[in-house]
């Protein structure tokens, strides 16, 4: 007897608790939605409306100029390069234009004048 | 459900008078729940309009029927956490950062709440509300939409999108520390003084 004593003291818990919650439903009635409340919704649905389409716009705006601003830079960018003569060159372009005579072709007429006699 | 999904597909279409049908049938629904997770009256009302404004906006991602309620119950449990997290911080503030105007507003409130309310239903409800604030906010929302609200697991289910397995170890976790609370407030159960006296 004494083993069951927690257990049936965890159900009267158990059931103490349940009666509270259904007496707290009873006393958190649905209150009754007032006059105003679907033309609250639509002014505030409106005001919502308003916002977001302000945000929107001053968005797309920014997202413009951006993207003018990167193609004026773009542009910037490409008409200085192409007026380097430098810029145009490939790397092994300028390697040769630096080093023309040490990287001329070997003639193997020329080799035969170091064949030792 | 307690409208035709014709009608909320003309919502979605942007008829108004749709949307206002779709409001009248759920709006007392929503507001016993709500009511039933903040415990506050005063404020059931604006917290109902919040959860109608995102019905209203995103309605357009809705697809079938089956899922409308469960999801208008997840904007409602959403609406009513952020109310509660903004609630813990309202209460931190003086009643010195008040207008004079607002200070007269919450006196109203007070007073006719006070005048409306038999104690027993006060003290029921100041009990069941410190027992709740034992727990998170979302633990809160769960266990009253489950004791009070009589959900099922499975309409629980839908609305968390988690396993049944997950709710019933939370709902338990939650429930147990509520009672823990209980026993502490409100004394040792009747089973317990009938115990006493009979020894």
């Known amino acids: ?58 968005a797309k705006t920014l997202v413009t100029a951006a993207l003018a601003a990167s193609m004026i830079l773009g542009m910037m960018i490409s008409s200085t390069n192409q007026s380097s003569a430098f810029f145009n060159a490939t790397f092994v372009d300028a390697l040769r234009a630096d080093h023309a005579s040490s990287l001329e072709p070997l003639h193997l007429d020329r080799i035969s004048q170091f064949a030792p006699e | ?19 206002n049908e779709i409001v009248s049938a759920y709006r007392r629904r929503i507001m016993g729940t709500i009511s039933h997770v903040i415990g506050r009256p005063e404020d059931v009302e604006d917290v109902a309009q919040e959860v109608f404004i995102r019905l209203y906006f995103s309605l357009g991602q809705l697809r079938t029927a089956e899922v409308f309620e469960p999801w208008l119950y997840r904007l409602t449990v959403n609406a009513s956490y952020d109310y509660l997290r903004k609630s813990r911080r309202r209460i ?4 010195a950062d008040l207008s004079e105007q607002q200070v007269m507003m919450a006196d109203a409130v007070a007073g006719s709440r006070a005048q409306h309310d038999d104690s027993e239903k006060r003290r029921v409800r100041d009990t069941v509300q410190e027992l709740l604030s034992t727990v998170s906010e979302e633990d809160r929302i769960l266990l009253t939409l489950k004791e009070v609200e009589g959900l099922s697991l499975k309409e629980l289910e839908k609305i968390y999108d988690v396993n049944e397995n997950a709710l019933k170890v939370r709902l338990f976790r939650a429930r147990q520390r509520v009672l823990k609370k209980m026993k502490e407030v409100t004394g040792p159960s009747s089973f317990n003084a009938k115990d006493e006296e009979a020894s």
């Open chain 2, 1 to 19: 459900m307690l409208v035709e999904f014709d009608l909320i597909q003309k919502a979605q279409k942007g008829d108004a008078s749709a949307f």
């Open chain 1, 1 to 58: 007897m004494i083993f069951n004593k927690p257990m049936e003291q965890g159900k009267a818990d158990e059931g103490r608790l349940d009666e509270l919650f259904r007496a707290y439903r009873a006393a958190c009635p649905a209150p009754e939605p007032g006059a105003n409340f679907m033309p609250n919704i639509w002014a505030r649905i409106e005001a919502r409306e308003v916002s977001t389409n302000w945000f929107g716009r001053v």
């Open chain 2, 92 to 95: 931190e503030s003086r009643m």
